[in-house]
């Protein structure tokens, strides 16, 4: 009898421990996973204020991490938080030290712990086509040729250099006062290029993606990718040796690049990068409701996915509406409700969207940058998390989330319906794109289909009602702005003007 418990009790045993093996490798599936997730690009200065002094700082993020979760976030891009002399960190002078103002090293691995317990990535601006002046590694090297670090940047002491213009528009060298003689410098005078045609500056960066992902980094957004060189080929070289690199480490670490260009110039990336961002198809979505023309958006989505992905189908396009370059969606489109079109969009596409914090509040901001990238305002009365580094030229009282989490109509509870739809149904993170003709040029029928499931994203950008051709049957209405309970369509679907209709058959 003993023995029959004995091995009843082993048996039990064994399947517990089987069961919970197969839930921890889910948990950890689920954690690798990048392509569906949608991430939230956080300028870590303007974002929430936890030491009162009027700066955002890394605690703040680790504060915010639930209120991202519950809008329906599962990643974070942090931009530059390594030590610079900037406000916005593009200019690094020490990679393996944290901004002051923003917290210590600490701070950063406690931000990762309690992002990881809540299945939120982390991701960090990894900014090594330059360094700042202020970089040991130039100090040294512009005030002596015998330096070590003397070939870390390219220079020249031909006083012609002067005159050349980057294929972006800009100077290309700025003078050396120091040795009378010229530093390669394409962004900026205080940011001289590094030179990748030498392997100590290639084994420099590799070391410091170690530090960050030994410490538990889940990838990188790389800064200005089609910089290295002035040669597409040669970058992509580079980034795939990188990419090498940085996956020996981790094997499911994701490496996202800005390639800012037409889709055609992005396309070969795709053999070097998990990730690009999707400047071609922001740019269609802000002028084609602008303009009323998103009937043809479907189609082009697609052939811009196929283009993307044709030669590394595991390839994950990032689309997105606004950035820190750019002037934010709010103020392209000057309204609420084409706001949620945009959103509709492109929080329904395959991919890894990327939202710009305060996006989700309606902020808005047009150039110059510092106006792009002002406080998020957590409260129009209690302002002691608001970051205080500028003033706001928002209107506090429309977009201060306390606000927003009042009115059931606001643009924050339209976001977070979305990504609710997004992270509960396959088809809106997986799903193949088709268009379905609506003959009206400002209405789009988007299908996405995965598996058995298909869901319709309906959105009427003109001010007329109109009727569209869809498939009979009845249709589950899973989000629609105008409130309707029900939708059954007898060959035709009757849509009102200014309609965000999302339905599954």
């Known amino acids: 009898m003993r023995k029959k418990v004995s091995i009843a009790m082993s048996l039990i045993l064994i399947v517990s421990l089987f069961l919970g093996c197969s ?25 929430n204020d936890s030491n009162g002094d009027g700066i955002g700082d890394l605690n ?7 209120y991202l979760k519950d809008l329906g976030v599962n990643g974070i891009w942090l931009m530059p938080i390594n030590d610079s002399p900037s406000y916005h960190g593009y200019d690094v002078t020490d990679y393996y030290k944290i901004n002051p103002q923003y917290g210590t090293m600490e701070d950063l691995k406690k931000l990762l712990q309690e992002a990881h317990k809540r299945d939120i990535k982390v991701s960090m601006d990894m900014v090594i086509n330059h360094t700042s002046t202020e970089n040991k590694w130039f100090k040294e090297a512009r005030a002596d040729k015998n330096s070590k670090y003397r070939d870390y940047y390219i220079w020249s002491s031909d006083s012609s250099v002067e005159d ?36 100590e500056v290639r084994q420099e960066v590799k070391n410091i993606a170690k530090y960050y992902i030994d410490m538990g980094l889940d990838g990188f957004r790389l800064d200005a990718a089609k910089w290295i060189y002035e040669d597409d080929s040669k970058n992509i070289q580079w980034w795939q040796e990188y990419s090498s690199y940085c996956k020996s480490l981790n094997k499911n670490f994701i490496l996202t690049g800005e390639v800012w260009d037409n889709l055609y110039a992005i396309a070969p990336y795709q ?18 409701l602008s303009s009323q023309s998103i009937e043809d958006l479907p189609s082009e989505i697609k052939d811009n996915y196929s283009i993307l992905k044709e030669k590394n189908k595991n390839f994950v396009p990032a689309p997105f509406l606004s950035n820190h370059d750019q002037n934010r969606v709010m103020s392209n489109l000057g309204d609420i409700e084409k706001a949620k079109m945009a959103a509709a969009i492109y929080l329904t596409l395959p991919g890894t969207p990327y939202i710009y914090y305060g996006e989700e509040t309606g902020m808005t901001g047009a150039k110059p940058d510092e106006h792009i990238r002002e406080p998020f305002i957590w409260d129009n009365k209690d302002t002691s998390k608001n970051t205080k580094w500028m003033e706001s030229t928002n209107d506090i009282d429309k977009i201060a989330l306390n ?36 003959n009206d040029s400002g209405v789009l029928n988007m299908k996405r289909t995965y598996d058995k499931d298909s869901i319709y994203v309906i959105v009427n950008s003109t001010s007329a009602d109109c009727k569209i051709p869809l498939e009979k049957g009845k249709y589950e209405v899973l989000l629609d702005n105008k409130e309707n309970k029900k939708v059954k369509s007898n060959g035709t679907l009757e849509v009102k003007a200014g309609e965000i209709l999302i339905i599954k058959k």
């Open 23 to 47: 839930k921890q490798t889910v948990a950890q599936k689920d954690q690798q996973n990048y392509d569906g997730r949608t991430f939230y690009e956080i300028f870590v200065r303007s974002f």
């Open 60 to 66: 703040g993020v680790t504060e915010k991490l639930d």
């Open 164 to 199: 050349v213009i980057s294929k972006m528009n800009t100077k290309t060298w700025t003078k050396n006062d120091v040795l009378n003689d010229y530093y390669y410098s394409i962004f900026s005078e205080s940011m001289p290029d590094l030179n990748y045609d030498n392997k």
């Open 271 to 288: 053999e070097a990068l998990d990730s690009t961002f999707n400047f071609p198809l922001a740019d269609s979505i802000n002028k084609g």
């Open 403 to 438: 606000v927003q989490k009042e009115d059931k109509n606001s643009i924050y509870n339209f976001y977070k319906k979305l990504l609710q739809l997004r992270n509960n149904y396959k088809a809106l993170r997986l799903g193949e794109v088709d268009k379905i003709e609506t």
